[in-house]
């Protein structure tokens, strides 16, 4: 039943681990058996094993197991650890003893903190009917000064598992802080503070507003309500229906992400884009989330305590309009359950639509790519569509400048602006007046793609996108691929950018996105990403994603096996001005262009001679010139960042790009490589009747027989006459002759054989 209903609600936990602490001889274990036989024990053991609630103990049918503890200093440990793997804590003390109740601020409290359980607490004072009846205290004023200073307990109660009473203060009202002595039939008056119009997730509905009440909770809820239970049925609904997410305590407000989310969900059923829920909407609404319709009767109540609450003067805070329930007016709602503790209200609807405890979409609702490491990830264009469109519908003016508000307005749906933090914040070519053209705004969109595909999926739900969002992205070729096939499909390319210390990289990534240049220098410490659309000759636009790599990381980078699958050319930028920026500039490209060949992830180069500004050092021309001959790339390109010449540098990244079987630098171990699998690849031997075949596999030289297309009386083996062969084995057969040689290093050798 449990898996069941995690499935239909994926931010339902499955099951619910109560653990409950605190001093010797505070009534721990008693109201554990208390509250699942529903008898005091005469006598209970030190430690009660885990105890198991039946899972249609309470209404969410969530299974419970609650966890006692020993309260002996031997024991410390094992209790620190069974807190850790805690849901939620219980926290008793006894009423009886004031000296417990001081110990869960001066010890358990801050033992929780320092162990950092950051999960709901639920402080218990037991034993309620041995307290002097000439030291009677409001919990209230005991407890408020504690919950100031521990905003992490959610609930308190005091109670006597002896006598079934019990006393509830809930500390998150903004208006009237709850305190009652509930007797053994007193559920009525709690559940009728509680009551609202709306169906909860038990199936319950409440009428209280109009003056309609519930004759007898126990057998709507369809469960034994008793007193002790509800200890952990507060402690199960506080890891459920947790306050924290929805509500800010410190402003009696709705938290900002709870806001977004409610936001969304109201556009998705304002059906007909009015701004408004009308009643058949409202209706469907209520129908998705709680399984039951509203009647007539009901939905005319609802708008008219939203209308006597917001009257509103103005179009925007108005509660209800001519054409129904207004945005304003939903969010009201809301707040007014979360306001009398019917937190499962609002999580029933968030869940409903896909939400977790953290206010997100669940990770079961947002697609995950499998790709190979040289894959990329793009938008599909009927997503790119879908964006232009969202990006004129929010540029009211038209005037192709998506103000940082209007942005804003675009993501508000959204947790939080996807934006706001690296390496998507300022990675994007701003307007004069600080906002996005609709270049700028695809290309955010390009670059968060292709670093975090699966984000990018999810705020395209976020923002309401129709299709299916699996769909929204496309996996390219594989690099490999489009090396053999000697031409690139992409429509986003790729580059990192590489370079010593001042040498120019960073003012070549930021004129690359118009930013101005700066003469005081500034080193790079960490990775930074810009992103641009590319102009083509013939109209064709493609998006050049620049990630300048500190000197610093390179080593770091080049750990990884993998490091240049994603890349799909590498520029390495140095001062024309500075031999010693020319040298380490070219070790750079032989560390990467080294290290692709040994994994396989070779890619196309680009030198930038940066500053052309100034004089250039001495024979620049020859060793530029014998470098890039060398290693089988083209001549640097002098570009100066400062007068804003770039050389048309960028087209020229992407035109590499474009064809990744050329600039493919080719250092002197990868040529003596590549010269002897090619020669070992080629080998022919003819040996008598059999024609044998040599090739490498395992770091060994093979030859195998084959039948013979034609008779040689000579075996001629490639010769180098530095080293003597280490091993030779010849087999004979009837059918077939074998040689084997084994060789140690790169070289080949020659060795004639008469047959």
């Known amino acids: 039943m449990a898996k069941a209903a995690a499935a239909a609600n994926p931010g339902v936990k499955s099951g619910v681990r109560i653990v409950v602490a605190g001093d010797r001889g505070t009534g721990k274990s008693s109201l554990i058996v208390t509250a699942i036989s529903d008898t005091f024990p005469s006598s209970v053991p030190p430690v009660l094993p885990p105890t198991r609630m039946p899972d249609d103990f309470y209404p969410d049918r969530v ?10 200093a031997e024991d410390a440990g094992k209790v620190a650890e069974e807190l850790k793997r805690a849901d939620a804590v219980v926290l008793t003390y006894a009423c009886d003893r004031p000296e417990t109740l001081d110990r869960l601020s001066t010890f358990w409290l801050p033992e929780l903190r320092q162990l950092e359980v950051k999960v709901p607490v639920i ?13 009677q205290v409001s919990l209230e004023q005991v407890m408020s000064p504690i919950m100031q200073q521990f905003r992490e307990i959610e609930t308190c109660i005091e109670c006597s598992a002896f006598k079934h009473i019990q006393a509830f203060f809930v500390p998150f009202y903004p208006s009237m802080p709850f305190f009652i002595m509930i007797p053994q039939w007193g559920v009525p008056i709690l559940l009728q503070v509680f009551s609202l119009i709306m169906m909860d997730s038990s199936g319950l509905k409440f009428y209280g507003w109009w003056g309609s009440g519930i004759d007898n909770p126990i057998s709507d809820f369809g469960f034994p309500f008793l007193q002790i239970p509800e200890v952990f049925y507060y402690a199960q609904k506080a890891v459920l229906h947790p306050t924290g997410p929805l509500f800010d305590q410190e402003s009696q407000t709705l938290k900002p992400r709870c806001v977004r989310a409610l936001k969304r969900i109201f556009i998705l059923c304002d059906l007909d884009r009015d701004g408004a829920l009308s009643d058949a909407e409202l209706n469907e609404f209520q129908v998705k989330c709680f399984n039951a319709p509203l ?3 009901e939905i005319v109540g609802v708008k008219k305590v939203v209308e006597e609450k917001l009257p509103g003067g103005g179009v925007n805070d108005r509660g209800v309009n001519e054409r129904g329930l207004t945005l304003t007016g939903f969010l009201f709602l809301h707040a007014l359950f979360i306001e009398k503790g019917r937190l499962e209200t609002t999580w029933t609807v968030l869940r409903k639509f896909g939400y977790n405890n953290d206010i997100k979409l669940a990770d079961e609702i947002i697609p995950s790519f499998k790709r190979a490491p040289d894959q990329s990830a793009e938008l599909t264009s009927e997503a790119v569509e879908y964006l232009r469109n969202i990006y004129e519908l929010f540029d009211s003016d038209n005037d192709n400048n998506l103000r940082p508000a209007e942005l804003e307005d675009i993501f508000s749906t959204a947790p939080e602006s996807p934006w706001e933090e690296p390496p998507y914040k300022d990675a994007a070519e701003k307007t004069a007046l ?7 705004f695809l290309s955010e969109w390009a670059l968060m793609t292709l670093l975090d595909p699966s984000r990018a999926v999810e705020n395209l739900i976020y923002i309401g996108y129709p299709g299916d969002a699996a769909a929204a992205v496309r996996l390219t070729r594989r690099r490999r691929l489009d090396r053999k096939k000697q031409q690139s499909d992409r429509n986003v390319f790729h580059c990192f950018v590489f370079g010593p210390k001042k040498s120019g990289k960073s003012a070549l990534v930021n004129s690359f996105i118009g930013r101005p240049f700066y003469d005081n220098y500034a080193p790079t410490t960490e990775e930074s990403y810009a992103v641009h659309v590319v102009d083509l000759p013939g109209g064709i636009k493609k998006t050049l994603v620049l990630r300048e790599i500190p000197e610093d990381g390179v080593k770091k980078l080049l750990l990884n096996k993998e490091s240049l699958a994603p890349c799909d050319i590498a520029v390495f930028v140095y001062d024309s001005s500075d031999q010693s920026s020319w040298k380490r500039a070219t070790e750079l490209l032989v560390e990467v262009a080294s290290h692709g060949e040994d994994t396989g992830y070779e890619v ?6 940066a500053k052309d500004d100034l004089n250039s050092f001495p024979m620049a021309i020859q060793e530029s010139t014998r470098v890039s001959q060398d290693m089988g790339i083209e001549a640097p390109v002098p570009i100066s960042s400062k007068m804003g010449d770039t050389n048309n540098v960028f087209r020229r990244i992407v035109t590499a790009a474009e064809h990744p079987h050329l600039s493919i630098p080719e250092t002197e171990a990868g040529r003596s490589r590549k010269q002897y699998n090619r020669l070992v690849n080629r080998s022919l031997m003819f040996v ?9 596999r395992g770091g060994h030289c093979w030859a195998s027989s084959l039948p013979s297309l034609c008779c040689k009386k000579e075996l001629v083996w490639l010769k180098n006459e530095d080293s003597p062969i280490n091993e030779m084995q010849v087999t004979h057969g009837p059918i077939q002759f074998v040689i084997v040689i084994r060789i140690h290093s790169h070289s080949m050798y020659s060795v004639p054989v008469v047959n």
């Not at 299974?63 to 002996?72: A, E, G, Q, R």
């Not at 196309?604 to 001679?609: E, F, G, Q, S």
Request: charged letters at 20%; proline letters at 6%; aromatic letters at 2%.
């Open 63 to 72: 299974p419970i197991t609650i966890i006692d503890t020993s309260s002996k």
């Open 688 to 696: 008598s009747e059999n024609e044998l075949i040599l090739w490498s």
């Open 295 to 297: 009647q007539p009767s």
């Open 604 to 609: 196309p180069c680009l030198i930038v001679a």
């Open 123 to 135: 402080v218990v004072g037991c034993k309620l009917d041995l307290r002097d009846e000439n030291q």
């Open 434 to 440: 600080s906002g996005l053209s609709v270049n700028a």
